[in-house]
Nanobody
């Protein structure tokens, strides 16, 4: 089974930037899509950004223009560049690999935006 490991989370001030990485132990090209989800305290998990095997991207309205998802198939890694961070972005961010017959989740990385 493919394993996903997130990294890059931490504490950042409002207006700052972070780059999250999701490293897969296998080929991410074998999945239909890769995505980033987040769950803030007291809230439901939500899709932040996703990219399909064909390169199509989708973003939550709350992060459009600030976040960018990208993938490097050669490195089996997906990234989430987060700019102009707001306190509302504070959450545990999870990497997800979706396929028609299987789905894999990472353990999550905590992002805290606070002054």
């Amino acid at each position: 089974q493919v394993q996903l490991v997130e990294s890059g989370g931490g504490l950042v001030q409002p207006g700052g930037s972070l780059r999250l990485s999701c490293a897969a132990s296998g080929s991410i090209a074998s999945f239909n899509a890769m995505g980033w989800y987040r769950q803030a305290p007291g809230k439901q998990r939500e899709l932040v950004a996703a990219v399909t095997s064909g390169g199509t991207t989708n973003y939550a309205d709350s992060v459009k223009g600030r976040f960018t998802i990208s993938r490097d198939n050669a490195k089996n890694t997906v990234y989430l560049q987060m700019n102009s961070l707001k306190p509302e972005d504070t959450a545990v961010y999870y990497c997800n690999a979706y396929g028609f017959t299987r789905e894999v989740w990472g353990q999550g990385t905590l992002v805290t935006v606070s002054s």
